[in-house]
C-alpha cells in the first residue's frame, strides 16, 4: 500500500547533523548497564555449570548462605511456575530453563545458583561454597550430529506441530516452501550444481557485557535498569518469570553498548530481581566476557545442502536447498528464516526449500542481524559463483538477469513491492571497484543479500514546549545514532530546528509498549510513529491558528514551521510560527502533544550487492581483504552517515564471521575459546577502509521512503568473502570460517 | 579480608581510596571513584575499553592493580577535555559518527590522543595498528580512522 | 591474597621463601591479573617487584651486552633507541605481544616467567642467546633462556628464585637476529607457530646461527638442527629448503583451537625460512 503522502523533497532528512548523545558519549558521561548506583545495592554472582548436559541430583548453598557478607541465594525454586509447551509457543519457559537451569543443565555455563552479597568479590568467593552434584549425561553440540538416531535427547516435546512424524526430538521445528516444479526445472538446466556448506556459531560480540540493576520488593513492585534492546520485552519477560503484574515493574533502558541482536531478551536480568526480591534490597548483576560468550546468544550454526540448475545463458531454472540450523538446548533456530531468505533475491519459476530448527547442547541463540540469512546466502551465492565460473558468465550480469524485482514472486510466497535490487547490481556494475585490475593472488567476490526487514508494535509521543522547542519520546533504544535521525523526521514535520528537539528513550512507565530495536525497525517503524506524532501536534498548532484567526481549521496549513492561512484566506494573516503558537498555549487550549500507536506493517525489504577482493597467502593459508564496498537500498537516508556505519559495520561483522570467528567446543562439551583473545572478532589493522553506496528506492509503505539498514549489510559479507577468497585460492571453501588452516588444507587437497 | 590504603593522583585530582588486593585499578575507578567512563568489556586486556595512562603511558587497567596506582598520575576519558573545551578528538569522533554505541569510545580516545601525542604524523596503517588492541563491534573502524586521521592534521596546522 | 613490593630482591625471595601457598611475583602482570581475574590462579601471595630500583633500567655495558631490569616495559624497549638497533628481532618479538595497551605493561621476564610455549619473546631471546639472573635463597646464579620453561605454565625456578636481571649478549659485527609468527588476524593473536634466527655472517656465510620455535612443542625450542641447515651456506635456496624441512621436522605440536597439527608443522618451515631470510638481510646491513 503506497501512501499517498509520501514526501520526497526534504530540508532537513537527508543532512548530517551531530548525534544529540554524542557529547555524553566521548566525555565518559553516559550512563551504559553497568554504570548505575543504587542505595544500599548489593552485587551478585551467577554459578554455572561446567557440564553441557547433566542432571542436577543436589545443590547445597548453605555454606555461601552462612557468610555474613552474603544477602541472599537463588535457585530454581525462586522463580515462578511457568507453563511448558512446545516449539516456540512456551518461549517464556524457554527463557526461564535458560536463565536458571532446573532439572537438567543443557550447555557448558547454563545458570545454577546465584548469589547476592556486599561486593563483587564476596559475592565471587561465595559462589566457590556452593555445593553442586550433578550427573553428567551424554551430549551432542553438532548439528548434522544432534540430529541422527542415537543423539542424546535434550528435551522430549519440545517440537512443535511443524515437525514432521520419525524425525529425531531434537528436530523442534520445520519449515517447507517454494513454489513451481523444482525436478522439471533441473531438467531444463544446462549445468547444475550441487554443494554442502557448513557455518560454525558466532557470537554478535557486542563490547558491553550484559549487566543490570534490579529492586524487587515483596509487594511485588520493581524497577529494572538494564542494557537491552527492549525494555518492554525485559518487562513482560521478567514479571512472567516473577509472577509479578508486567505494570508493576518499571524498567528503563541504559545507554546500549551494542547488541546487534543478542539483547532482544533476558539472561541476567529476572535473576537479578529474584535475588533483590529476597534480600529486600537493590542488586546489581554484571556478566563478565566468559559468561557472554558461554551463556549468551550466539547465532546458530548451519549445516546447507544446495542444488542450483542454471542456462548457459545465465538463467536459472531451479534452485533448492536444505537448511538445518542448531540454536543450542532451546527451540529457535531461524532454520525458517534462513530457508526463506536464501533465493529471496531471485525471480525462479521453480524453487523448494527446506529449514530444520535443531537442538544441541549449547547455548541458546539469540537473534544476530538478519538471523538466519547470512548463512543461506553463504550457501546459494557461492553455489551461484560455482555456476558463473563454470559458465564463463559475469557474476553481476548473471544477477541481473535472475534478479527479482517489483511484481517477482518471491521464493517465500508474497509478491514484490517496489524494490531497489536491481538498482544495487547496477550500482555494482558501474563502481570503479569492479572494473579494477587486481594483483596476482588476489580474487574477487560477489553477492547479493536479502533481509525482511520489521516493523512491530511501536509508540511515540511528542510535547511541545512553551519555548516551541519539542521533545521526543520514543521506546527503542539508541544502538546507533537513531535519537538523531528521530530529530530529524520530526524537525521535517515540525519545521522547527533540528538542535531544538530533544529525543529521550522513555522508560515502560512513560511510554506504550514498543518492540525491541530489531529487525532493522527502528528508523522504519519509531520513525514513522515520530512523523505520525509530529504530524498529530501538527494538526493542533493548526486548530490554534484557526481559532485566532477565526477560520475553519481546513483553511490552515502548515508550512516551514508555521500555520499559514490556505485557501481563501490566503494572505489574510501573517504566518504564525510555531514558537508563538506554544508560548500562550496554557491559555488557547492546554499543552500540545502529539502520539502514535500502531504496528506499521509497511516495513519493506532490503537488498544489498558486496564487492571484495582478498589476497591469500599460498603458504600459510591467511586471508587480507584488501578492498571491500558495500551496495544496498537504504529507501531514504534519513541521516546519511549512520547509514554508511550501519553498512560498514555489517560488513566488517561478516568480515570477521566469514575469516575467523567461531565457537569453539571441545570433546567434553566445553566452550574452548570464551575470550576475545581466542574469539576473534576483526580488529583495526584487520580491515581496510570499506567503501559504501546508498542506493535509494522509496519505500512505498512509509512517508519518507524509509527501508530498516541494519541487518541486511551481514548478508552478503560471508558469501562474497568465500567467493573472493575460492577465486583468489582456485579452490571452493565450503567452510566458515575460513581460518588458515582450512584454506591450507583445502590447498593441500586441490 | 584487611584493605590497603591507596593515594593517587586522577586527572590531576588526587584521590585516596581502599582496596582489596585483587581489586584491579578499573574497579577502583569506577567503583570507588565514581569514574565509570572507563568501561570493562572483556578484563582480559583484549578489548581496550578500559584504557588509561599510567605516568604517561597508555595501559588497560584492568590489568593493572588498584594498589599498583599508588603515587601514579592517571588520565581517563573524564580528563580529555579542557573544562567545557572538547579535545579535537572528541570533536572529530561526534562529526564522523566514528562512534555508534560509544561504548569502546572512552578507551579509543584515551588510546588515540595517546597515539597522536607520541606521534603526531601516523600513517593510517600505524593508527590502525596503535589501536589495534581497542576492539569495536559497531564501526568496522573506518569512521574512527578518518577522524583520528583528520584531527592530527587538524593538530598539525594548529601547531 | 597478601600483596607485598619489596624494595630488593633478596627482600623479594625471602618473602616468597616464606610464603604458604600459591605466591606469584607481579610484573607487569598482564599475564598474572588476567589468570586471577578468571580465577586460574589466585595467588595467597603477590610479590610486586616493580618497586626494586633499577627494574626499569635499559642499560648497554661496557663489553656492548645488554642489561635489561626485569621490569622494562615492551614500551620502554621499543621506545630506547639503540636497543632495537643491535637487537631488532629481540625488540620486535617483545613488541608483538598484545596491545599498544599491553605493551604498556608486559616484560621480557613476565612473558618468560608464565611459561607459556607460544610466548613470542622467548623464541627471540633464545635464538639471541639471552641469559637470566636469579636471585634466590642460595645467591645470584645466571640460566639461560632456554633451560627455564620446563614445560606449560612450569619453569625452572626453584621455590625463593625470582629473576633479578635479563642479560643480551653484545651484538658484535655481521650478526642479525629476526622474530616472526603466525596468527590468524594482523595483532591480539597467541602466536600459533613462532620462530627465532640469529646468525652472523663472513662475508656472504653464515658461520654461527641458533634457530628457536615456539608454539610447536610443550616448550620453545633451540633446533640445532635448523641451525646446522643454514650454517657455512649462504643461505641460497638449498639451505632454505633444509632449514624448512629441519624446523618442520623439530615440531612436537598440538590440535587446538589455535591451530593443528598438520599447520603448525607446515608453518613452521615457511616462517623458519621468512624469518633467516630477515635475519640474513639484517646481518649484511641490509634493510629489512
Given at each position: 500500500?503506497?501512501?499517498?503522502?509520501?514526501?520526497?523533497?526534504?530540508?532537513?532528512?537527508?543532512?548530517?547533523?551531530?548525534?544529540?548523545?554524542?557529547?555524553?558519549?566521548?566525555?565518559?558521561?553516559?550512563?551504559?548497564?553497568?554504570?548505575?548506583?543504587?542505595?544500599?545495592?548489593?552485587?551478585?554472582?551467577?554459578?554455572?555449570?561446567?557440564?553441557?548436559?547433566?542432571?542436577?541430583?543436589?545443590?547445597?548453598?548453605?555454606?555461601?548462605?552462612?557468610?555474613?557478607?552474603?544477602?541472599?541465594?537463588?535457585?530454581?525454586?525462586?522463580?515462578?511456575?511457568?507453563?511448558?509447551?512446545?516449539?516456540?509457543?512456551?518461549?517464556?519457559?524457554?527463557?526461564?530453563?535458560?536463565?536458571?537451569?532446573?532439572?537438567?543443565?543443557?550447555?557448558?555455563?547454563?545458570?545454577?545458583?546465584?548469589?547476592?552479597?556486599?561486593?563483587?568479590?564476596?559475592?565471587?568467593?561465595?559462589?566457590?561454597?556452593?555445593?553442586?552434584?550433578?550427573?553428567?549425561?551424554?551430549?551432542?553440540?553438532?548439528?548434522?550430529?544432534?540430529?541422527?538416531?542415537?543423539?542424546?535427547?535434550?528435551?522430549?516435546?519440545?517440537?512443535?506441530?511443524?515437525?514432521?512424524?520419525?524425525?529425531?526430538?531434537?528436530?523442534?521445528?520445520?519449515?517447507?516452501?517454494?513454489?513451481?516444479?523444482?525436478?522439471?526445472?533441473?531438467?531444463?538446466?544446462?549445468?547444475?550444481?550441487?554443494?554442502?556448506?557448513?557455518?560454525?556459531?558466532?557470537?554478535?560480540?557486542?563490547?558491553?557485557?550484559?549487566?543490570?540493576?534490579?529492586?524487587?520488593?515483596?509487594?511485588?513492585?520493581?524497577?529494572?535498569?538494564?542494557?537491552?534492546?527492549?525494555?518492554?520485552?525485559?518487562?513482560?519477560?521478567?514479571?512472567?518469570?516473577?509472577?509479578?503484574?508486567?505494570?508493576?515493574?518499571?524498567?528503563?533502558?541504559?545507554?546500549?553498548g551494542g547488541g546487534f541482536g543478542g539483547k532482544t531478551t533476558v539472561f541476567i536480568e529476572p535473576v537479578a530481581l529474584a535475588l533483590s526480591r529476597k534480600a529486600n534490597r537493590p542488586v546489581k548483576l554484571v556478566m563478565n566476557r566468559s559468561e557472554v560468550f558461554r551463556a549468551t546468544g550466539p547465532t546458530s550454526s548451519a549445516s546447507m545442502d544446495i542444488k542450483i540448475g542454471m542456462k548457459k545463458d545465465g538463467t536459472i531454472t531451479a534452485a533448492e536447498g536444505t537448511f538445518r540450523l542448531q540454536g543450542g538446548a532451546f527451540p529457535g533456530a531461524p532454520g525458517d528464516m534462513t530457508a526463506m531468505c536464501a533465493f529471496a533475491p531471485y525471480n525462479l519459476t521453480n524453487v523448494r526449500q527446506v529449514g530444520y530448527d535443531v537442538m544441541a547442547n549449547r547455548p541458546k541463540q539469540a537473534a544476530y542481524r538478519a538471523p538466519g540469512a547470512p548463512m543461506g546466502a553463504f550457501a546459494v551465492e557461492s553455489v551461484l559463483d560455482e555456476l558463473c565460473n563454470q559458465l564463463g558468465l559475469d557474476p553481476v550480469d548473471m544477477r541481473l538477469k535472475n534478479a527479482a524485482a517489483e511484481g517477482s514472486k518471491a521464493s517465500y510466497g508474497p509478491t514484490y513491492e517496489r524494490i531497489g535490487l536491481v538498482e544495487t547490481l547496477e550500482a555494482a556494475k558501474a563502481h570503479p571497484h569492479y572494473s579494477a585490475p587486481l594483483k596476482p593472488g588476489q580474487g574477487r567476490g560477489i553477492s547479493c543479500g536479502f533481509w525482511f526487514n520489521h516493523g512491530g508494535e511501536t509508540s511515540v509521543s511528542l510535547a511541545l514546549s512553551e519555548d516551541g522547542s519539542a521533545q521526543v519520546m520514543v521506546g527503542t533504544p539508541d544502538i546507533g545514532g537513531s535519537r538523531a535521525s528521530m530529530a530529524l523526521m520530526a524537525a521535517e514535520i515540525l519545521g522547527i530546528p533540528y538542535e531544538n528537539i530533544r529525543v529521550t528513550i522513555a522508560d515502560t512507565a512513560s511510554l506504550g509498549y514498543n518492540d525491541v530495536s530489531h529487525g532493522s525497525r527502528v528508523t522504519y517503524a519509531s520513525g514513522l510513529a515520530t512523523i505520525k506524532a509530529a504530524k498529530h501536534a501538527v494538526e493542533k498548532l493548526c486548530e490554534r491558528a484557526a481559532a485566532k484567526w477565526g477560520i475553519p481549521v481546513d483553511a490552515v496549513k502548515w508550512e516551514n514551521g508555521c500555520a499559514v492561512p490556505s485557501g481563501p484566506n490566503a494572505g489574510d494573516f501573517d504566518p504564525l510560527p510555531l514558537a508563538d503558537i506554544t508560548a500562550d498555549m496554557g491559555a488557547t487550549g492546554g499543552p500540545i502533544s502529539g502520539h502514535f500507536e500502531a504496528t506499521p506493517e509497511g516495513a519493506g525489504v532490503s537488498f544489498g550487492t558486496h564487492i571484495v577482493d582478498a589476497e591469500v597467502d599460498p603458504e600459510t593459508g591467511k586471508t587480507s581483504v584488501t578492498r571491500y564496498t558495500v551496495i544496498q537500498d537504504a529507501g531514504k537516508a534519513i541521516h546519511p552517515t549512520y547509514v554508511e556505519g550501519q553498512y560498514q559495520g555489517g560488513a566488517a561483522q561478516g568480515i570477521g564471521w566469514a575469516l575467523n570467528e567461531e565457537y569453539i567446543y571441545g570433546e567434553d562439551g566445553r566452550l574452548q575459546n570464551s575470550i576475545f583473545l581466542d574469539y576473534r572478532i576483526p580488529v583495526a589493522s584487520d580491515l581496510p577502509m570499506i567503501d559504501t553506496v546508498i542506493v535509494e528506492v522509496p519505500n512505498p509503505g512509509h512517508p519518507f521512503g524509509v527501508r530498516g539498514v541494519g541487518e541486511t549489510g551481514i548478508v552478503p559479507p560471508l558469501a562474497a568473502i568465500a567467493n573472493a577468497v575460492s577465486n583468489a585460492a582456485g579452490v571452493r571453501m565450503r567452510q566458515l570460517p575460513m581460518s588458515p588452516p582450512r584454506i591450507l588444507a583445502a590447498l593441500k587437497d586441490k | 579480608m584487611s584493605k590497603l590504603h591507596v593515594t593517587t593522583t586522577v586527572n590531576g585530582d588526587e584521590v585516596e581510596y581502599l582496596c582489596d588486593p585483587r581489586e584491579t585499578l578499573l574497579d577502583c575507578l569506577r567503583d570507588k571513584l565514581n569514574l565509570t567512563g572507563a568501561k570493562e568489556g572483556c578484563g582480559t586486556g583484549d578489548c581496550g575499553a578500559c584504557s588509561v595512562t599510567v605516568d604517561g603511558r597508555l595501559v588497560c587497567s584492568c590489568l593493572m592493580l588498584g594498589v599498583e596506582a599508588e603515587g601514579k598520575q592517571i588520565e581517563t576519558v573524564e580528563g580529555i577535555a579542557d573544562g567545557d573545551v572538547l579535545h579535537p578528538l572528541q570533536k572529530k569522533f561526534i562529526e564522523y559518527a566514528a562512534l555508534q554505541c560509544g561504548i569502546c569510545t572512552p578507551g579509543i580516545l584515551v588510546a588515540a590522543k595517546s597515539l597522536l601525542e607520541k606521534n603526531p604524523d601516523p600513517t593510517e596503517e600505524e593508527a590502525r595498528y596503535w589501536l589495534a588492541g581497542n576492539l569495536c563491534r559497531c564501526t568496522g573502524y573506518d569512521k574512527i580512522i578518518r577522524a583520528v586521521m583528520d584531527t592530527a592534521a587538524e593538530l598539525r596546522e594548529a601547531s | 591474597m597478601d600483596y607485598h613490593s619489596p624494595a630488593s630482591f633478596a627482600e623479594a625471595s625471602a618473602l616468597a621463601i616464606n610464603a604458604t601457598g600459591i605466591t606469584r611475583f607481579l610484573a607487569g602482570g598482564t599475564d598474572v591479573l588476567v589468570q586471577l581475574r578468571s580465577e586460574l590462579v589466585t595467588?595467597?601471595?603477590?610479590?610486586?617487584?616493580?618497586?626494586?630500583?633499577?627494574?626499569?633500567?635499559?642499560?648497554?655495558?661496557?663489553?656492548?651486552?645488554?642489561?635489561?631490569?626485569?621490569?622494562?616495559?615492551?614500551?620502554?624497549?621499543?621506545?630506547?633507541?639503540?636497543?632495537?638497533?643491535?637487537?631488532?628481532?629481540?625488540?620486535?618479538?617483545?613488541?608483538?605481544?598484545?596491545?599498544?595497551?599491553?605493551?604498556?605493561?608486559?616484560?621480557?621476564?613476565?612473558?618468560?616467567?608464565?611459561?607459556?610455549?607460544?610466548?613470542?619473546?622467548?623464541?627471540?631471546?633464545?635464538?639471541?642467546?639471552?641469559?637470566?639472573?636469579?636471585?634466590?635463597?642460595?645467591?645470584?646464579?645466571?640460566?639461560?633462556?632456554?633451560?627455564?620453561?620446563?614445560?606449560?605454565?612450569?619453569?625452572?625456578?626453584?621455590?625463593?628464585?625470582?629473576?633479578?636481571?635479563?642479560?643480551?649478549?653484545?651484538?658484535?659485527?655481521?650478526?642479525?637476529?629476526?622474530?616472526?609468527?603466525?596468527?590468524?588476524?594482523?595483532?591480539?593473536?597467541?602466536?600459533?607457530?613462532?620462530?627465532?634466527?640469529?646468525?652472523?655472517?663472513?662475508?656472504?656465510?653464515?658461520?654461527?646461527?641458533?634457530?628457536?620455535?615456539?608454539?610447536?612443542?610443550?616448550?620453545?625450542?633451540?633446533?640445532?638442527?635448523?641451525?646446522?641447515?643454514?650454517?657455512?651456506?649462504?643461505?641460497?635456496?638449498?639451505?632454505?629448503?633444509?632449514?624448512?624441512?629441519?624446523?618442520?621436522?623439530?615440531?612436537?605440536?598440538?590440535?587446538?583451537?589455535?591451530?593443528?597439527?598438520?599447520?603448525?608443522?607446515?608453518?613452521?618451515?615457511?616462517?623458519?625460512?621468512?624469518?633467516?631470510?630477515?635475519?640474513?638481510?639484517?646481518?649484511?646491513?641490509?634493510?629489512?
Open positions: 500500500m503506497a501512501l499517498d503522502d509520501q514526501k520526497s523533497i526534504f530540508t532537513f532528512v537527508g543532512t548530517r547533523p551531530d548525534r544529540p548523545d554524542g557529547l555524553d558519549k566521548v566525555t565518559g558521561r553516559a550512563r551504559f548497564g553497568a554504570d548505575a548506583h543504587a542505595p544500599g545495592m548489593l552485587h551478585g554472582a551467577i554459578l554455572r555449570s561446567p557440564h553441557a548436559h547433566a542432571r542436577i541430583v543436589k545443590i547445597d548453598a548453605s555454606k555461601a548462605e552462612a557468610l555474613k557478607d552474603v544477602k541472599a541465594v537463588v535457585t530454581r525454586a525462586d522463580f515462578a511456575e511457568v507453563p511448558f509447551e512446545p516449539g516456540l509457543e512456551g518461549e517464556f519457559w524457554n527463557v526461564l530453563e535458560n536463565v536458571m537451569a532446573g532439572e537438567k543443565t543443557l550447555y557448558d555455563g547454563h545458570a545454577v545458583a546465584a548469589v547476592a552479597a556486599t561486593s563483587a568479590l564476596a559475592a565471587r568467593d561465595a559462589l566457590k561454597l556452593i555445593e553442586v552434584e550433578y550427573e553428567v549425561l551424554p551430549h551432542v553440540t553438532d548439528v548434522d550430529k544432534a540430529m541422527e538416531a542415537d543423539a542424546p535427547v535434550i528435551r522430549e516435546g519440545a517440537a512443535d506441530y511443524s515437525v514432521p512424524e520419525g524425525m529425531h526430538p531434537n528436530v523442534v521445528r520445520y519449515h517447507e516452501s517454494g513454489h513451481g516444479d523444482v525436478e522439471a526445472g533441473f531438467a531444463e538446466a544446462d549445468l547444475v550444481v550441487e554443494d554442502s556448506f557448513v557455518t560454525e556459531a558466532t557470537h554478535q560480540g557486542y563490547i558491553e557485557p550484559h549487566a543490570c540493576l534490579g529492586s524487587l520488593g515483596t509487594d511485588g513492585k520493581g524497577e529494572l535498569w538494564c542494557t537491552t534492546q527492549g525494555h518492554w520485552i525485559a518487562q513482560k519477560t521478567c514479571a512472567a518469570l516473577l509472577g509479578i503484574e508486567t505494570s508493576q515493574l518499571r524498567v528503563t533502558a541504559s545507554e546500549i | - | 595467588p595467597d601471595t603477590l610479590i610486586d617487584i616493580k618497586k626494586i630500583n633499577g627494574v626499569h633500567d635499559i642499560t648497554r655495558n661496557s663489553d656492548g651486552s645488554w642489561t635489561l631490569g626485569v621490569a622494562a616495559t615492551g614500551a620502554e624497549m621499543s621506545d630506547h633507541p639503540e636497543l632495537g638497533l643491535d637487537w631488532p628481532g629481540v625488540v620486535e618479538a617483545m613488541d608483538l605481544i598484545g596491545s599498544t595497551q599491553v605493551q604498556g605493561r608486559a616484560t621480557l621476564t613476565g612473558n618468560l616467567c608464565n611459561g607459556s610455549p607460544a610466548a613470542d619473546s622467548v623464541p627471540a631471546m633464545v635464538a639471541a642467546g639471552v641469559t637470566v639472573t636469579i636471585t634466590g635463597p642460595e645467591g645470584v646464579r645466571d640460566m639461560a633462556v632456554e633451560d627455564i620453561p620446563t614445560g606449560p605454565g612450569k619453569t625452572a625456578l626453584a621455590k625463593g628464585e625470582v629473576i633479578s636481571a635479563i642479560n643480551i649478549p653484545a651484538r658484535g659485527e655481521n650478526g642479525g637476529d629476526a622474530y616472526l609468527r603466525f596468527i590468524p588476524r594482523t595483532e591480539m593473536d597467541i602466536a600459533v607457530v613462532g620462530v627465532g634466527v640469529n646468525l652472523r655472517l663472513d662475508g656472504d656465510t653464515i658461520t654461527e646461527a641458533r634457530v628457536s620455535l615456539g608454539a610447536v612443542a610443550p616448550t620453545v625450542l633451540l633446533v640445532d638442527d635448523a641451525a646446522r641447515a643454514i650454517i657455512g651456506t649462504t643461505l641460497d635456496d638449498a639451505a632454505l629448503d633444509a632449514l624448512a624441512a629441519a624446523a618442520s621436522g623439530a615440531c612436537n605440536p598440538i590440535d587446538d583451537k589455535r591451530g593443528t597439527i598438520a599447520f603448525r608443522t607446515e608453518v613452521a618451515g615457511v616462517l623458519a625460512k621468512r624469518t633467516a631470510k630477515i635475519a640474513y638481510a639484517r646481518a649484511k646491513g641490509e634493510q629489512a
